[in-house]
């Protein structure tokens, strides 16, 4: 089974930076479908953005487009958000998410039930 692990999160201003990691025992992530999504106090989990790395399908979240990014290092053993311009309405434990692997998924969007292996998440908080 894999397990995702994220890290990265922690306290940042209004407008700053943060990038967040997700590996998952240090297995090549290639072609696999991968999430980021968070769940802020009291709210549902939501989508962030979701990247099928099959066909290189992206969606991102409306409030976030432009602002973050997924990106993936050379190994692809590690996908990162990267969160730009950050506002306290970014605060959530964010969780990364892995799906099915080698797959075309028209629509393509962040829809929980496709990703199978949840992390355990990281705190990320914007203070005003």
Excluded at 33 to 57: H, T
Excluded at 73 to 100: E, F, H, R, W
Aim: hydrophobic share 30%; proline share 3%; charged share 20%.
């Amino acid at each position: 089974q894999l397990q995702p692990v994220e890290s990265g999160g922690g306290v940042v201003q209004t407008g700053g930076s943060l990038r967040l990691s997700c590996t998952a025992s240090g297995i090549s992530l290639d072609r696999y479908e991968i999430g980021w999504f968070r769940q802020a106090p009291g709210k549902e989990r939501e989508g962030v953005v979701c990247k099928n790395y099959n066909d290189g399908s992206t969606y991102y979240e409306d409030s976030v487009d432009g602002r973050f990014a997924i990106r993936r290092d050379a190994s692809k053993t590690t996908v990162y958000l990267q969160m730009n311009d950050v506002s306290p309405d970014d605060t959530a434990v964010y969780y990364c998410a892995i799906g099915g692997r080698g797959n075309v998924v028209i629509p393509w969007n962040c829809r929980q039930g496709q990703f199978h292996f949840w992390g355990q998440g990281t705190q990320v908080t914007v203070s005003s």
